[in-house]
């Protein structure tokens, strides 16, 4: 779901694209997202976490790296960066190399880095930076996810509240005292407002949390929370959701809330890791902080970083090798 003065991008191009990544599902969903809205053909390709003779082509093809080379490669995470550098040589400079995130490495050795402000790299002419993270939720998986889900929540009241909910991060944990402060903000928010929620927790959620909002909604017909089991329907709550509700633990999940044209409010968790985005998003007017109060829920977005980049990597691909969609 684009929103208002989002960039049009046209089709993939007719081209072949690598993602490549050591593996973690966040990394994997930025590198993969960017690479499928600028290539008809993606490949995604996981690396191991180990060293690569640099700049030399060493390794790659114990990388399962080899050609034929593709006309564009995006890397995610610093330990995949190296082989970027590496295909861009053994190709002969054909293969464009975009690097997500801090390569930890120099910016001028990629064809373009995409960055968040967090990343604190030093602005160049091959340096992007954006305000969220990149993602493959795309207007066509959410209409898609609608059209499967849109019975199933038929019955719940409106205004529909959609809360996507975390768990814990390195150093920091979800603790019972947050579960119970998010509880007592969602009930608040429907003492004001009315309307339903739509809860899905992740595989990350803590199982006290999940069995905290279970008791809490058990007899709430106009409460759905998943239970885990089944097809996941985080994408519908993103969909058909009239506001959202976001913990602060990963920057996906908010970003990809970001995306879809709906006010997002982020609980807080005062993760450290996270402080700097939040209060950014919030600096920008993108989102709010969520309470549970009444008043105002607009909010400035949405906003996509995943289209935002590929007009700059579908652009340096087509200078690159003369191709068109």
């Known amino acids: 779901m684009a929103g208002a003065g989002a960039p049009i991008v046209p089709p993939p191009l007719p081209i072949t694209a690598w993602a490549v990544t050591t593996g973690e599902s966040g990394m994997r969903t930025q590198a993969r997202g960017l690479a499928a809205a600028v290539a008809r053909t993606v490949i995604e390709k996981t690396v191991g976490g180990g060293g690569l003779a640099w700049p030399g082509s060493r390794g790659l093809e114990a990388d399962g790296l080899a050609p034929p080379w593709p ?22 400079g054909r293969t464009v190399i975009v690097h997500v995130q ?7 050795a990629f064809d373009l880095v995409v960055a968040m402000a967090h990343d604190a790299i030093a602005p160049a002419a091959n340096v992007m930076t954006v305000a969220t993270a990149l993602h493959d939720v795309t207007g066509a998986s959410l209409d898609e996810a ?18 996507v909910v975390g768990g814990n991060l390195r150093g920091r944990r979800f603790t019972r005292a947050d579960a119970r402060a998010l509880l007592a903000g969602l009930r608040r928010l429907r003492e004001s407002q009315g309307g339903g929620l739509a809860i899905t927790p992740s595989r ?33 709550i993103l969909a058909l959701a009239d506001r959202l509700v976001v913990t602060s633990d990963s920057v996906s999940m908010v970003s990809e809330a ?46 996509d970083a995943t289209r935002e980049a590929a007009v700059a990597v579908r652009a340096l691909v087509q200078a690159r090798i003369g191709v068109s969609g």
């Open 102 to 108: 801090d390569p930890r490495a120099r910016a001028d």
């Open 71 to 92: 006309e564009l490669m995006i890397t995610c995470g610093r330990r995949a960066a190296p082989r970027a550098i590496a295909v861009r040589m053994a190709s002969g």
């Open 146 to 163: 609608a059209r499967i889900w849109s019975a199933r929540f038929a019955g719940l009241p409106r205004p529909l509240a959609g809360v």
């Open 258 to 303: 970001l995306a879809t044209g709906h006010p997002v409010e982020v609980f807080d968790l005062g993760f450290a890791r996270h402080a700097r985005f939040i209060q950014g998003l919030i600096d920008q007017g993108l989102v709010r902080r969520f309470t549970g109060e009444a008043g105002a829920t607009e909010t400035g977005g949405p906003i």
């Open 204 to 236: 990350r959620t803590p199982p006290a949390t999940g069995a905290l909002l279970a008791e809490a909604f058990a007899a709430d017909p106009g409460v759905f929370l998943w239970d885990l089991e089944g097809d996941n329907p985080y994408r519908a």
